[in-house]
C-alpha cells in the first residue's frame, strides 16, 4: 500500500503529573513552572501520533524518523484533563512526509502546527547511529 495524503491519525491522552513542565524541570533548578502539559511533551504527542498513522503503510525493514517540529503551544492543559491530537497527511514527496498537527483539551484548541518525517530503512539508518557512536572519544 502506497502512503497518500490525506491520512488522518488522532490519538488521545489524560494528561498525568508526568507530563507536566513542572515534573519535567523538578531538578533542573531554573524554577518554578506550572503543573500543565509540558511543551516537549506535547510535541511527542504529536511525533507520535504522525508515526502512528503510517506504521500500517510502512514496508518491513522501514521506520519513520521526525525532521521538523513547527508548532504553537496555545493554551494551558492542567494534570487530569483529556487531550486529543491529531495528525493529517498533507503532502508526500518521495520519502518525506508533511503533517499538519493540532491538539486540543476539553475546553479549547491547544496547539497547532507542521510536523515533517522521512521514511528510513531501519538497518541502514541503525549502521550510521553506530558509525556516529564510534567516533566519541573515551
Known amino acids: 500500500m502506497a502512503i497518500e495524503s490525506g491520512l488522518i491519525h488522532e490519538m488521545t491522552i489524560v494528561v498525568e503529573e508526568k507530563h507536566t513542565?513542572?515534573?519535567i524541570t523538578e531538578d533542573s533548578g531554573i524554577g518554578q513552572?506550572?503543573?500543565v502539559?509540558?511543551?516537549p511533551y506535547l510535541v511527542n504527542l504529536m511525533e507520535t501520533t504522525a508515526h502512528a498513522a503510517v506504521m500500517?503503510?510502512?514496508e518491513s525493514g522501514q521506520s519513520g524518523v521526525g525532521a521538523m517540529v513547527h508548532i504553537?503551544?496555545?493554551?494551558?492543559t492542567p494534570?487530569?484533563?483529556q487531550v486529543r491530537?491529531?495528525?493529517e497527511l498533507l503532502e508526500v514527496q518521495g520519502r518525506k512526509l508533511l503533517f499538519k498537527v493540532e491538539a486540543w483539551d476539553e475546553v479549547e484548541k491547544i496547539a497547532e502546527g507542521e510536523h515533517e518525517r522521512f521514511i528510513i530503512n531501519w538497518e541502514r539508518f541503525m549502521e550510521s547511529v553506530e558509525k556516529k557512536q564510534g567516533k566519541i572519544k573515551k
Open 56 to 58: 500500517p503503510f510502512l
Open 79 to 81: 494534570a487530569g484533563m
Open 37 to 39: 502539559l509540558s511543551t
Open 85 to 87: 491530537i491529531r495528525a
Open 33 to 35: 513552572l506550572a503543573p
Open 21 to 23: 513542565a513542572a515534573a
Open 72 to 76: 504553537r503551544h496555545m493554551a494551558a
